[in-house]
């Protein structure tokens, strides 16, 4: 948890496929029995053929984290792609906001907000 966080925040760099862990909440899944109003979604995205995707999601009225990190190295792709999320975030009446130091974006649907103020001391 401190790992994501220290990533989220941009205080650790490095990440890999091992550092994510699924979690087995089938028993809470069947608990659940009806549909829910929206999901958080987990892409990545390294190039602008990745951005429709991620977009219909948010059109679709989910939050979607965004990893952005392959983006970095060419700066007129990672421009035209958060202009799109910025786009959508505007169509659809959400939100966006870079995490991270710019490593993650995440993007949310209509009548969710993201506050800008964080909790606790130590973040």
Request: glycine residues 6%.
């Amino acid at each position: 948890m401190v790992k994501f966080l220290d990533t989220l925040l941009g205080r650790t760099t490095s990440s890999s496929e091992d550092d994510y862990m699924d979690l087995d909440l089938q028993a809470f899944e069947e608990a659940e029995s009806s549909a829910p109003a929206m999901y958080v979604k987990i892409a990545s995205v390294g190039d602008i053929k990745d951005s429709p995707r991620i977009k219909d999601e948010i059109y679709n009225g989910n939050i979607v984290i965004v990893d952005i990190a392959r983006l970095k190295m060419d700066k007129v792709m990672y421009e035209r792609v958060l202009k799109d999320f910025k786009e959508v975030a505007r169509d659809v009446n959400g939100d966006i906001i870079g995490l991270g130091d710019q490593r993650y974006v995440v993007v949310t649907p209509n009548s969710v907000k993201i506050s800008r103020d964080k909790i606790g001391e130590g973040l």
